[in-house]
């Protein structure tokens, strides 16, 4: 990666955070889980009826995720929110024991603290998960997670998103009384993962003059595709469509062609095995298949990236992302742009 104190060089700030991102995730097992424990043993009290999520842009993303952890492990409903329903409707629904889960990085955008603020009002259990302690929605809201990834500047957010990605995942096994043990062995896994950049680069002449990018996948690993597409898109420019495998099956797959470059996200699990139907029918038309995945489908696709093998594939979206973060900062910086600072993009988007 770049020498972050060599201020010239184009997207030395988004390599810097990249690689801090081991260290945070150490940072939250060591510093943080405990009091994530705590608050969820609290909410657990409560015996919440259902869940909804709410965030915006890489923390929607996050949340996603979230969506996938507490139905599949914890049993309950759970919905993302539209939160003009409330800020720009007036809508005001009874809340009344529903988990109301808020996501934002800055914890800054008036949105969602109006729309926490309004859920709390409506009788809602609210608990707001940032990277700042301070925020005014870390005000509003009754719970708080400080995710602990430190102060983000690049634009493209990537320590706080792996960091809210295992905050929530701790929470969710404190919602059901886990020990959290799958997440123990990350930083060390992540940290082998971020070290294989040399890999990424090469993969990145691939895309380098890419007019348009298809990313799919299944179960745990969708939100990972989605927030892939996020990041090539604001970085590299490139238009990337995200589909889930199953949409993706339900006519879009009529864009691909033998020309037509697809980054496959294959879950090392029932993820995975949902996805193979999807894999057999792109390679049957010829397209430009690359995996992010476990190394026997890597081999059978045109190019990949190998993930370490026996993660639970409920932590597995944590180290989906981060050859992906690579690669949109590597064909950022083939396509002569800085990274650091994507065109007509802010920090905190203060949408209402």
Known sequence: MSDPQTVSVPGRIMAAEMAEQPAVLQRILDEGAPKIREIAAEIAARNPRFVLLTARGTSDNAALYAKYLIEILLGKPAGLTSMSTTTAYGAKPDLTDVLVITVSQSGGSPDLVASTKAAREAGAITLAVTNNAASPLAEVSEYHIDVLAGPEKALPATKTYTAELLALYLLVEGLRGGDGSAAKELPGLAAGVLSRHAEVRALAERYRFAQRLVITSRGYGYPTAREAALKLMETTYIPASPFSGADLLHGPLAMVDNVSPVI?????????????????????????????????????????????????????????????????????????????????????????
């Open 264 to 352: 496959a996200i294959v879950p090392d699990g029932k993820g995975g095995e949902a996805l193979q139907p999807v894999l057999d029918r792109l390679r049957g038309r010829g397209a430009d298949l690359v995996v992010v995945g476990q190394q026997p489908q890597v081999d059978a696709a045109s190019a990949g990236f190998a993930l370490p093998a026996g993660v639970p594939e409920e932590v597995q979206p944590i180290l989906e992302i981060l050859p992906l973060q690579l690669l949109a900062y590597e064909v950022t910086i083939a396509r002569g742009q800085d990274p650091d600072a994507p065109r007509a993009l802010a920090k905190v988007t203060e949408t209402h």
